[in-house]
């Protein structure tokens, strides 16, 4: 199990806003990048003479040293690696104008631009917009433009790192699931869901100080803490109920998991439910079963990052903490016992999921049909030494494309 009692008090220390939102998230579309999640931003076309050509070639073996790392950029051929780290390179250094050793199309250097944007977290000052042109026309020069100057982003950087670094200090010694955990807990304690974009919605900034941050901002937080905590992870970028949406994939257990911090993130309307401990785990380490052509979709197309396949369920949530009941039994024992350990660690809530539909049905209809709720949470309450939680109020909550039950205590 993780360190609880060290990542906790790490998050009381980091809270500072704790208007926790919905489950579900809906991301506005941007112009050009398909990130919903932050500011858009136009920059100037430019585009050189056609006499202006390089004489030297984009060489495509392998001798020098791969610096950008990570699934996305592995799965790009070698022409297209070297072009990547020609970008991520300018962008890392704010120059204003990538060039090119040799012509390419502006189809590719947008195509790979995207691919920068959305996989190099670190670089949260790029422009999300870029503009459309003849895909086809050959150019060996492209602008790149910022949000910020260089030393606003050394500023901001500080600023990051600062807030970080005695989180990823207590999570150095732990195992990739408890250090999955634990940056999965943070991202959506520490964050509030905003319904409209700002400034730092959609990046780490957002994601690490500001703390208002839409589903743009939860990806890139997850993936920018995972890089650092040596997990290996990519985004995931698609559309739910029609909007675009982005989450993670992350390897755990050497098995690739989804990973959705956005929809783990609910809204807690009750003043008695402690929001500043309030996290599900719905979305944490599931595979595309669970959600891909259900709830969540991918996007076809050139400018599409690819992704891992995730099959695995035993590094999974409740498969790993044992909270996946197939009857009615196990799911009282599961359900009782977590419900002991959350309200004598005063988090706000506990969860079971099941193996089949008839059980999460029966299950159902037991606990809020015929009363056996009441009998939990009085259990509960009485092993904390009574008095803690109320006996008769409580809040639920019901998925049903997962089959999850999710009790919330109202503290006393």
Known sequence: MPQKGVVMSFFHDFLSRY???????????????????????????????ETTVAETEITTDNETEE?????????????????YTLIADAAENHESTVYFPEPIKWGDFRRLYIAVFRTEAQFFWMSQSIPVIDFEKEITEAPLGYKYTPEECEKMTEEINSAAAP??????????????????DLTVLSNNYVWEDSEHTGDIYGGMVSHEIRCEGY???????????????????????GISHSWN????????????????????????IRKETYVRYDYFLIPDSDIMGRTHFRDEGDYVLDVPECTATSEGYFWKEKLCAS???????????ASVSAVSEGRANAE????????????VSRLFGGGEIFSIISYADSQAGGNVISSSVYSRSTNDDLMIINISFCYN
Not at 219 to 241: P, Q, R, Y
Not at 352 to 363: K, Q, W
């Open 327 to 337: 009857d009615w039994s196990s799911c009282k024992a599961m359900l009782r016992r």
């Open 67 to 83: 610096k950008y790392a990570g699934y996305a950029f592995n799965a790009l051929s070698d022409k297209d690696k070297q072009l």
């Open 167 to 184: 989180f990823l200090e207590s999570i150095k010694d732990m195992s990739d699931y408890e250090k999955l955990k634990a940056i999965h």
């Open 19 to 49: 208007d926790l939102r919905r489950a579900i998230c809906i991301c506005a579309v941007p112009l050009m990048l398909m990130s919903g999640c932050s500011k858009d931003e136009d920059i100037t076309v430019i585009v050189p003479d």
């Open 249 to 272: 994939k992350v390897r755990c257990g050497g098995q690739w998991y989804n990973l959705d911090a956005t929809w783990d993130d609910p809204v807690v309307s009750s003043e008695k």
């Open 219 to 241: 990806s890139k937080t997850i993936k920018w803490l995972c890089d650092m905590a040596g997990i290996e992870n990519t985004v995931a970028d698609g559309k739910s109920s």
């Open 352 to 363: 079971v999921r099941f193996s089949s539909a008839e059980a999460y049905s029966d299950a």
